[in-house]
């Protein structure tokens, strides 16, 4: 019998993957809107923007009502957010294919498996793999567990038999910081940075 998510932990419940699943969702929707070709959009940008997009959606749901148990852990280039503390990350791919980035655990995951070496769960990465549309809308959503690089589980989240989601932002802002103006320099550092935001991209585009 295959094992579900809830049989690796029984933090990792259907209702909270089927819920990040949805903020990617919007993520990928608000990216698809803003898609504009005639100034200058290409895939490229539509994938660096749907991955980015996604981030701040789970990022600004954690903690709120409802998704109390919506962690962050690194809100960075190696992106990493929490389901009742257990680490995930998610990528843009087939779910049976993950990336080599993906495959790899951060330091935290790394730190776990040291720690655990009699839990049935060690060793083990958990993963949220989405697929896309033609559009780069996402099509569907599993969830992935995987074990020495390889998908050991792939269970589908049943996105349509969801309910609604609802997210509930305080209307509070941060206030604004005054920022330095702007730099002139080098124009190859800039390419140099736009190549590392492409391989950062990369592991969730």
Same mark, same amino acid.
């Given at each position: ?10 933090? !990792? ?5 089927? +819920?990040?699943?949805? @903020?990617? /969702? ?19 940008? !539509? ?13 600004? /749901? ?14 960075? +280039? ?9 680490? #995930? ?6 779910? /049976?294919?993950?990336? =080599? +980035? ?12 040291? @720690? ?20 780069? =809308? ?15 589980? #792939?269970?589908? !989240?049943?996105? =349509? ?25 080098? !124009? ?18």
């Amino acid at each position: 019998m295959m094992m579900r998510p809830w049989d690796y932990h029984p933090e !990792l419940t259907e209702d909270r993957l089927v +819920k990040v699943a949805q @903020l990617l /969702a919007l993520g990928r929707g608000s990216a698809v809107d803003r898609f504009d070709p005639t100034i200058g959009d290409d895939n490229w940008t !539509l994938g660096v923007c749907a991955y980015n997009y996604g981030c701040f959606q789970i990022a600004r /749901a954690a903690g709120t009502p409802g998704f109390e148990w919506l962690g962050m852990i690194d809100p960075g +280039k190696h992106f990493q957010f929490s389901i009742g503390g257990i680490p #995930m990350r998610f990528w843009r791919g087939d779910p /049976a294919e993950p990336t =080599a +980035k993906i495959s790899i655990a951060t330091p935290l995951e790394q730190l776990l498996l040291d @720690l655990e070496p009699g839990v049935p769960t060690a060793g083990m990465l958990f993963r949220i793999g989405v697929t896309a549309d033609v559009d780069g =809308a996402l099509l569907g959503a599993s969830f992935v567990a995987l074990r020495n690089d390889q998908p050991e589980v #792939m269970w589908p !989240l049943p996105l =349509a038999e969801a309910e609604p989601l609802i997210v509930l932002i305080d209307d509070a802002r941060p206030d604004g910081r005054e920022l330095p103006p702007p730099s002139v320099g080098d !124009l190859r550092g800039d390419e140099h940075e736009r190549i590392g935001e492409i391989d950062t991209a990369s592991d969730g585009v």
